[in-house]
T-cell receptor, first 114, second 117 residues
Framework: DAGVTQSPTHLIKTRGQQVTLRCSPK?????VSWYQQALGQGPQFIFQ???????QRGNFPDRFSGHQFPNYSSELNVNALLLGDSALYLC?????????????FGPGTRLTVL | AQKITQTQPGMFVQEKEAVTLDCTYD???????LFWYKQPSSGEMIFLIY??????QNATEGRYSLNFQKARKSTNLVISASQLGDSAMYFC??????????????FGAGTRLFVKA
């Protein structure tokens, strides 16, 4: 049973560029959440997708957008990259939208913006 | 306002001893979930233990247990019989929201635990 997978593992971009990160949820899961984790800090919630709709959003600018596909996989897009966007981006999946369900995290994508 | 507070940036514990990691939270919701995660240097976020706001019993999972004090809004993680492999970053997190409207998970800043041989 495959867990949460993310691609790519590492990515280097320059300021102003755009990036797309991908996430496949754990088998049987239908809800995907994205987090940004800067070095030495806790993860910050970006947004959550369920039934192909954004259900909740954290305090992130519109440069951060996402999508969920019918097979429950998801993409995170970041436009006009800034140096401060350098971070580990974590995807987490769970079953249904509930406060009581455990989230499983993927290994993350390390984004470096030069 | 800070919703999850972990006041211990770093902790040391002797191998085989118990250690308590502190966490306080702030929410006006009646229904919420509290989680602890372990993040080794590899970066993977590993789920450890969960406590629901309506659970009357303190959660336990193997060597991990929670000291949940709802009135004080605290949920401290107790790791018994520490092992060298427990050295990692530990995050307290709270999930709040609504089952139809989705939920957010808010993480604390973390506590780095060092287990000494």
């Amino acid at each position: 049973d495959a867990g949460v997978t993310q691609s790519p593992t590492h990515l280097i971009k320059t300021r102003g560029q755009q990036v797309t990160l991908r996430c496949s949820p754990k088998s049987g899961h239908d809800t995907v959440s994205w987090y940004q984790q800067a070095l030495g800090q806790g993860p910050q919630f970006i947004f959550q997708y369920y039934e192909e709709e954004e259900r909740q959003r954290g305090n992130f600018p519109d440069r951060f957008s996402g999508h969920q596909f019918p097979n429950y996989s998801s993409e995170l897009n970041v436009n006009a990259l800034l140096l401060g966007d350098s971070a580990l981006y974590l995807c987490a999946s769970s079953f249904r939208v509930s406060s009581y369900n455990e989230q499983f995290f993927g290994p993350g994508t390390r984004l470096t913006v030069l | 306002a800070q919703k999850i507070t972990q006041t211990q940036p770093g902790m040391f514990v002797q191998e085989k001893e118990a250690v308590t990691l502190d966490c306080t939270y702030d929410t006006s919701d009646q229904s919420y979930g509290l989680f602890w995660y372990k993040q080794p240097s590899s970066g993977e976020m590993i789920f450890l233990i969960y406590q629901g706001s309506y659970d009357e019993q303190n959660a336990t999972e193997g060597r991990y247990s929670l000291n949940f004090q709802k009135a004080r809004k605290s949920t401290n993680l107790v790791i018994s019989a520490s092992q060298l492999g427990d050295s990692a970053m530990y995050f307290c997190a709270m999930r709040e929201g609504h089952s139809t409207g989705g939920f957010k998970t808010i993480f604390g800043a973390g506590t780095r635990l060092f287990v000494k041989a």
